[in-house]
């Protein structure tokens, strides 16, 4: 099993930076390929995801904003946001799974609950 725990969401002006981080844990966590999901509504978008290697991808959105990187000393997965708008608001969730491929098309195993962040004009 593996749990996701995470942390630094919150409320900024337009403009700002937040970074978020994800904990991992459990007997299967360490090397997973992970990833960052947005929910805002209905809509869940993929932010960001990062295979075993290291290799990341971004959603088109992001457009050199984000900045996605495992360490995997810590177990962590932070995810730096910069130049933030307000259509970033959403809620933020964490995800993991062996396969990367499924975190590409939206359906990993393992999910965190979720950290709000606000973007405020």
């Known amino acids: 099993q593996v749990r996701l725990v995470e942390s630094g969401g919150g409320s900024v002006q337009a403009g700002g930076s937040l970074r978020l981080s994800c904990a991992a844990s459990?007997?299967?966590?360490?090397?997973?390929?992970m990833g960052w999901f947005r929910q805002a509504g209905k809509v869940r978008e993929r932010v960001a995801t990062i295979?075993?290697?290291?290799?990341?991808s971004y959603g088109d959105f992001v457009k050199g904003r984000f900045t996605i990187y495992k360490d995997n000393a810590q177990n962590t997965l932070p995810l730096q946001m910069d130049s933030l708008k307000p259509e970033d608001t959403a809620m933020y969730y964490c995800?993991?799974?062996?396969?990367?491929?499924?975190?590409?098309?939206?359906?990993?195993?393992?999910w965190g609950q979720g950290t709000p962040v606000t973007v405020s004009s």
């Open positions: 995800a993991a799974d062996p396969a990367i491929e499924r975190l590409w098309i939206g359906e990993p195993a393992y």
């Open positions: 459990g007997n299967s966590a360490s090397n997973l390929p």
């Open positions: 295979d075993s290697r290291g290799i990341a």
